[in-house]
Nanobody, 119 residues
Framework: QVQLVESGGGLVQPGGSLRLSCAAS????????MGWYRQVQGKQRELVAG???????NYADSVKDRFTISRDNAKNTVYLQMNSLKPEDTAVYYC?????????????WGQGTQVTVSS
């Protein structure tokens, strides 16, 4: 089972940028589909971006052209570059690893990192 630890969250002004990292241990991430979710208190967790084993990517419409997901298998790490941040991007961001489909139940989750976009 892969263990995941997110980092890089914090407070940023609207229009600013942050890069989140998800460091994996216990297993290599190469055979895993990886994704970033976010959750606002009181709402369901939503998929923000996913990256497949072949590094193909998909994004939620709300973050397209602003966020970029990438993976470095050599470093066993996944990243989420977030640009042009908006107050509505404020949430706890979670990293997930799945063997087949990032949307199905199960898989491994990190503990989350808080992102706050505010002036």
């Amino acid at each position: 089972q892969v263990q995941l630890v997110e980092s890089g969250g914090g407070l940023v002004q609207p229009g600013g940028s942050l890069r989140l990292s998800c460091a994996a241990s216990g297993s290599i991430i190469r055979p895993y589909v990886m994704g970033w979710y976010r959750q606002v208190q009181g709402k369901q967790r939503e998929l923000v971006a996913g990256i497949a084993v072949d590094s193909s990517t998909n994004y939620a419409d709300s973050v397209k052209d602003r966020f970029t997901i990438s993976r470095d298998n050599a470093k066993n790490t996944v990243y989420l570059q977030m640009n042009s941040l908006k107050p509505e991007d404020t949430a706890v961001y979670y990293c997930k690893a799945a063997r087949i489909n990032i949307l199905t139940p199960g898989g491994s989750w990190g503990q989350g990192t808080q992102v706050t976009v505010s002036s």
